[in-house]
């Protein structure tokens, strides 16, 4: 098992960056698949990016491609996620996930075995 805790959020204008960081406890960090997820008020988990254990694969859904930026370091046990050019659609609680499994590019959140508490990001106009 391990345990996830987000950081990094917070308020920042349109056009503006933020870099969220997810630190998992444990020795085992490396075996995970991992991803990052959000959800906006009254909506559904949305996917925004996913790494492989390695860190050497990424994917990311459409929306996000070219804007944001998943990134790992084993070595500190933590997964990254760099949010340029924000918009005010990509407000909402971002939350990072882990997943026991290889495949890099399953975008549900059902597919994800652990999950941090989350970190609030706000996109002013």
């Known amino acids: 098992q391990v345990q996830l805790v987000e950081s990094g959020g917070g308020l920042v204008q349109a056009g503006g960056s933020l870099r969220l960081s997810c630190t998992a406890s444990g020795r085992t960090f490396r075996t995970y698949t991992m991803g990052w997820f959000r959800q906006a008020p009254g909506k559904e988990h949305e996917f925004v990016a996913s790494?492989?254990?390695?860190?050497?694969?990424?994917y990311y859904a459409d929306s996000m491609k070219g804007r944001f930026t998943i990134s790992r370091d084993n070595a500190k046990n933590t997964v990254y996620l760099q949010m340029n050019s924000l918009k005010p659609d990509d407000t909402a609680v971002y939350y990072c996930a882990a997943r026991e499994g290889t495949n890099i590019y399953y975008t549900t959140h059902q597919k994800y075995d652990f999950w941090g508490q989350g970190t609030q990001v706000t996109v002013s106009s």
């Open positions: 790494i492989s254990r390695s860190g050497g694969s990424t």
